[in-house]
């Protein structure tokens, strides 16, 4: 039963691992950047949590798309106090097939190549390190038969 454990959790591991790498590459080739400019900053409030009101800084950033088209978007991810101020430059990283796929670079990067793919790069490895726990713990248990 352990060798089948050890298995499953190898296969599971290695699998995370390789469709993770996977998603990194497709992201990188998929993705293009402009300079853009951030023309105004949305106040958004939000209700409930600790403090029962707390106010984020959303920047609205206009930029030029490869077919010379002027394409306006606001960042989904807010902070406070405001990283961007109106006027300011920056780098906005979106989709050639989908423009409405934007994001400015920095934003949302820490989550998207930063923690969390450290985060499942460490499940992988804790996968790998299970199953090459119960597969060897399982092997042992037969050769002591």
Not at 10 to 39: H, K, N, P
Not at 71 to 84: D, I, L, M, W
Not at 104 to 116: N, P, Y
Request: net charge positive; proline share 6%; glycine share 12%.
């Amino acid at each position: 039963m352990l060798i089948f454990m050890g298995l499953f959790c190898i296969v599971a591991g290695a699998g995370q691992l390789v469709s993770m790498l996977i998603f990194w590459r497709r992201r990188a080739r998929r993705s293009a950047s402009a300079r853009g400019t951030v023309t105004q900053i949305h106040t958004i409030t939000r209700r409930g949590g600790r403090p029962l009101v707390t106010a984020v800084y959303c920047p609205e950033v206009c930029f030029q798309s490869p077919t010379g088209e002027v394409r306006t978007f606001t960042s989904p991810v807010g902070e406070n106090p405001p990283r961007h101020t109106p006027g300011q430059e920056v780098e906005v990283v979106y989709d050639p097939a989908n423009l409405t796929n934007v994001e400015i670079r920095g934003a949302t990067e820490a989550t998207t190549f930063g923690f969390m793919p450290g985060c499942m790069f460490v499940m992988s490895l804790g996968w790998l390190a299970l199953g090459l726990f119960f597969l060897a713990t399982g092997i042992g248990t037969l050769l002591k038969r």
